[in-house]
Each structure stands twice: as structure tokens, then as C-alpha cells.
């Protein structure tokens, strides 16, 4: 099978999930997934669609969900985004070909360096990331456009909701930590927030703090 082959056909089923977003195909097309990916899991199939390993027990984010993750944002290629718990990279790396500029935070400082050298190796300049938890989001860069939390929390917490821009829009897991949450979509729209469902998911809980280890 050349190397081709499985983008083709991901980029297929994103078309038949009714995802034609010519900039995302886009961007999930000119990120190489492979090298987000750890060991064994460069092997198998790319772009599966169940979390694959990374590094300190962490999970990489099925690339189907992160693709309805980015129809939900609706960039429009001017966005400061935020993107809270940066895991292997993949998804600022697809942000930072979508957006003016993506700034990430990881509470593990494994992952954190390890992304850092993977996006030196994809060359961008749009991708600053610092070893942190995120739970506070990152006021000293705020407001941000857009902001995406890949953990969950029962609400969402207000230090993100205060740093999101007027008109901007945040996609995070709602729900409890053991147990089905929903990804929903917040926007901001004058002194409110609409609120909408995307899909079921299962994520880790927010931690506060950076890890001890790792």
C-alpha cells in the first residue's frame, strides 16, 4: 500500500460524513501524520478511528474527531487559537495551517518537547507551546478567537470563557470525567454564550497543575 493511499481514503470518508471544507481536507492533508505518531503506531493504519498510544499514557485524538472539531471552529484563517493539552501536536499542527496563530499548553513536559521538535520539522512559525496544565488558559496571550480543550470538565471552566474574544467560539467535553461527555461548541455573543452539541466522546478530566513526572 504507498503511502498515499490512506490520506485518499480519509479524506473520502470525511466527504461522505458530509465534511467538505476544502480548508480542512486541506490542512489534515498537507500535516504528516506519521510523524505525530509513536512507535508501533507509524505502522498501523494512519488514521485510525479509535485513540491510538502516545507517551505517558496519554492518547492521540482519532483524526475523525479532530476534523469535526475544525468544521465546528469555522476558521476563517485570522484566528489567535488556544489549543489546551497538546498531546503529540497533530492538532496544532493542523490548526497553524487554518489560523494566524495556534498557542499550545501540555501539563506533560515529554509531550511538550517532543511536539515542539515535531513542529520544527514541519518547519512552521505559527505554533508557540509551553509546558503548562491550561486550566487558567494562557492570559498573558488572551483574548483568543477560538479556543479547544482536549479534556473534559463538568462545565467550562471561566478562565477560558474570559479569555475567548467577542464572537469567539470554544469546543470542549462537557460531562463527567468517568463517563460519557459531549463535546459541545460555545459562542460568544455579546454578553452570552449559545451552547451546542456536537457529539459523545470520552475524554480525560482537566488536571490542574503540570505533572510531577514525565
Known amino acids: 500500500m504507498t503511502p498515499f493511499v490512506p490520506i485518499a481514503e480519509f479524506l473520502l470518508t470525511l466527504r461522505q460524513m458530509g465534511i467538505m471544507d476544502r480548508q480542512i481536507l486541506a ?9 505525530f505518531l509513536d512507535g508501533e503506531g507509524r505502522h498501523g493504519p494512519l488514521f485510525a478511528e479509535r485513540p491510538q498510544p502516545i507517551a505517558c499514557g496519554q492518547t492521540n485524538t482519532p483524526p475523525i474527531l479532530i476534523a469535526l472539531m475544525l468544521q465546528a471552529l469555522a476558521l476563517t484563517g485570522r484566528e489567535r487559537i488556544l489549543d489546551v493539552g497538546t498531546g503529540s501536536g497533530y492538532l496544532a499542527a493542523v490548526l497553524s495551517m487554518m489560523g494566524r496563530h495556534v498557542y499550545t499548553m501540555e501539563r506533560f513536559r515529554t509531550l511538550s518537547e517532543a511536539a515542539r521538535a515535531r513542529f520544527a520539522a514541519i518547519r512552521s512559525d505559527s505554533i508557540t507551546a509551553v509546558h503548562g496544565h491550561g486550566m487558567h488558559g494562557w492570559a498573558e496571550r488572551a483574548p483568543f478567537d477560538r479556543i479547544v480543550t482536549m479534556a473534559s470538565a463538568p462545565e467550562p471552566p471561566r478562565y477560558l470563557i474570559d479569555q475567548l474574544s467577542p464572537n469567539g467560539v470554544m469546543i470542549m467535553p462537557i460531562g463527567p470525567a468517568d463517563g460519557v461527555q459531549t463535546l459541545t461548541r460555545f459562542q460568544r455573543v455579546e454578553r452570552s454564550f449559545q451552547r451546542s ?5 470520552r475524554f480525560v478530566p482537566l488536571i490542574q497543575g503540570k505533572a510531577i513526572r514525565l
Open 27 to 35: 490542512a489534515m492533508e498537507s500535516v504528516p501524520r506519521a510523524l
Open 197 to 201: 452539541a456536537i457529539c459523545d466522546v
